[in-house]
């Protein structure tokens, strides 16, 4: 067990954040504000307290993936470096996801927007994945 490594975490978060920029920009970011409606997000918050917020919570989620692989022998990380991806993906697809689409049955939300959504969680968890295999 070695200590989290700090460097990557905000590298990690970084990425994350650079693949919502994109995801949510030229990407999809048309498709999703199709589906919320014509000031669907504006009026919910202010562009500064989003980025912001954004920023601290793929901090907080960077950070865990931190404390996971830090728990892990350096050497097997060393030799399986498909693990960062496994792990990190992993918890996209079997935790975040499936909160997220319970979340979004709840309110009865489109399954376009759980779509998109799931799809931008997967890319940024594998970036963040891939942050810590480049730093490791």
């Known amino acids: 067990m070695g200590p989290i490594d700090w460097p990557a975490v905000l590298l990690a978060a970084m990425l994350a954040f650079g693949v919502g920029g994109l995801w949510y920009g030229p990407l ?3 498709a999703k504000l199709a589906e919320v409606g014509p000031g669907g997000l504006a009026a919910r918050r202010t562009p500064a307290r989003t980025l912001g917020l954004t920023a601290a919570l793929l901090t907080v989620s960077a950070a865990m993936l931190g404390h996971m692989f830090a728990r892990l022998p350096a050497d097997s990380l060393a030799a399986k470096p498909w693990l960062y991806f496994m792990m990190a993906g ?3 697809a079997a935790f975040v996801i499936p909160a997220l689409w319970i979340s979004y049955t709840h309110q ?10 799931a799809g931008y969680w997967i890319v940024a968890y ?11």
């Open 28 to 30: 999809l970011g048309r």
């Open 90 to 92: 992993g918890l996209a």
């Open 108 to 117: 009865r939300l489109s399954t376009r927007l759980a779509l998109i959504d």
């Open 126 to 136: 594998l970036a963040m994945g891939a942050a810590f295999w480049l730093l490791g």
